[in-house]
């Protein structure tokens, strides 16, 4: 059986209600869930930031897991990566520290063994290998908003993409000698400023004269952000549900 753990609930919301997932059981924020019609998958939900090494443990753990697949967002650090397309990570790096002092030389790199059957599934799935592609990320603490620290970032690090819970699953997984692979959506471009937390939290603040809503960002980036995340998750579909009968062993 294959473990789906993912950290972000959005990327595979579409995915669960259409193979009719329910919930199999609850534990310290870690969620289960099970179908009758992709039998082979279990599907574990609550695995955002540092608590993705704790939902790989737990998930690794079940006797009937053979493989963790990881499932979650990432922003963009270079221009050829577009919103809303899925990579499946091949090289892995960590940034620690506070993001103000973050250098080349606070980088850790974390070995990823090659799956040459989530390779081809990919290309199988997409043949222009533009839309799910393979390619490099780093996890940080903090996901850089400004798009000159993104550039600057993936200028410097040599990489793709960035997020905030890739590494916690490679080292549980590796610990546990469980093969894995790290997939994202890519949600937000290189060239965005836009935080959505920062947007949540501007949208709810009113001029007391004008009732104007002040936001920090325009609401471009955010409407790009939401359809980023809405065919960033079909395209994540396409991928889970292959998973379901994939063999590792080819």
Not at 53 to 76: H, K, N, P
Not at 89 to 97: D, M, Q, S
Not at 147 to 154: E, H, I, T, V, Y
Not at 216 to 236: C, E, N, Q
């Amino acid at each position: 059986m294959k473990g789906i753990l993912t950290s972000d609930t959005k990327m595979v919301r579409r995915f669960l209600k259409k193979h009719h997932f329910s919930v199999s059981s609850s534990k310290d924020r870690y969620i289960t869930y099970k179908s009758t019609e992709l039998t082979e998958l279990v599907v574990m939900t609550g695995a955002a930031g540092q608590r993705a090494y704790g939902g790989a443990r737990m998930l690794g753990g079940m006797s009937e897991v053979t493989f963790i697949a990881s499932v979650g967002t990432a922003a963009a650090l270079v221009k050829t990566v577009r919103i809303g397309s899925v990579m499946l990570c091949e090289r892995l790096r960590k940034l620690e520290g506070d993001m103000a002092l973050w250098s080349p030389s606070s980088v850790g790199e974390l070995k990823i063994a090659k799956l040459e059957p989530m390779e081809m599934l990919f290309r199988h799935i997409d043949e222009s290998e533009r839309k799910l592609f393979t390619g490099s990320m780093v996890t940080a603490p903090h996901i850089a908003t400004n798009s000159n620290m993104r550039a600057w970032l993936g200028r410097r690090l040599g990489v793709d993409a960035m997020d905030q819970d890739a590494s916690y699953i490679a080292l549980a997984c590796s610990e546990m000698s469980i093969p894995f692979a790290i997939i994202r959506g890519i949600t937000s471009q290189e060239s965005s400023n836009f935080s959505l937390s920062r947007y949540r939290a501007g949208s709810s603040t009113r001029s007391a004269k004008s009732k104007r809503v002040i936001t920090p960002v325009g609401i471009f980036d955010y409407i790009k952000f939401r359809l980023g995340v809405r065919t960033a998750s079909t395209r994540m579909d396409q991928v889970l549900t292959r998973i379901n009968a994939l063999s590792l062993h080819e």
